[in-house]
């Protein structure tokens, strides 16, 4: 028995990188995926690659911080499938400046996607996981939310706003078998890393003490796990994925 067997599982900003990534593993564990990102061309082309390699998969082009639009598609979903088993608020962007200088547009539209877009997706999903007394939300926040990083004064309030908000979404769903947890991400080997040069890259390892950088995969892993009956009394918490370098 796969370990995702007939979940109905969403992803936000799974046309790529991390979030495409935990859209394959959770495919892969049986559950039938929902890839929703900003462009129509990007979700097609995801859902397209996961369906050549056999997978269940459908996709929406949507805005994370659109609550009409998410609403929409979420009861469109619900009332195809009967049920919205796993949530994963993985659509984050960034856009980096010294606080001094930072644009309030910047701040806005970080905070707008990042931390408005997962009240959004949890307040639109929650009610149809209510309905069935079950359900697993997983967050993705940053180690950045948890230590703070010059230039990424909006991006390090926004991750941070993500650890509470999920501690306290944990707090008022329990009592309806819904839990909620994060993934705090650290240093990750994706399409953006890649374009470092490669001393910036070794400069990163150094600092953290298993040395190498992360995985798409090693985060995937993670919220298989918080998606799964593995972790059916975990609620609440922020797991860091990050080879050690906050402890
Ligand atoms: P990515 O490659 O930039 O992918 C993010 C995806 O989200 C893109 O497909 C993007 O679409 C989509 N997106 C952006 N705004 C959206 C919106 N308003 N509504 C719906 N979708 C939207 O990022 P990543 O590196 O995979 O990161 C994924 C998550 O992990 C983010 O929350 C990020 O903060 C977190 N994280 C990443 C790292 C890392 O090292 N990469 C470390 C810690 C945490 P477009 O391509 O059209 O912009």
Known sequence: MKRLEDKIAIITGSARGIGFGIAEKYAKEGAHVIIIDLFAEGVETAVAKLKENGFSAEGFAADVSNSEQIAEIFKEIFNTHKKIDILVNNAGITRDGLLMKMKESDWDMVMNVNLKGTFICTQKVCRYMMKKRVGAIINIASVIGLMGNAGQANYAASKGGIIAFTKSAAKEFASRNIRVNAVA????????????????????????????????????DCCVFLASDESSYITGQTIQVDGGLIM
């Open 185 to 220: 991400p650290g240093f990750i080997e994706t399409e953006m890393t890649k374009k470092l040069p490669e001393d910036v890259v070794e400069g990163y390892a150094k600092a953290i003490p298993l040395n190498k950088m992360g995985s798409i995969e090693n985060i995937a």
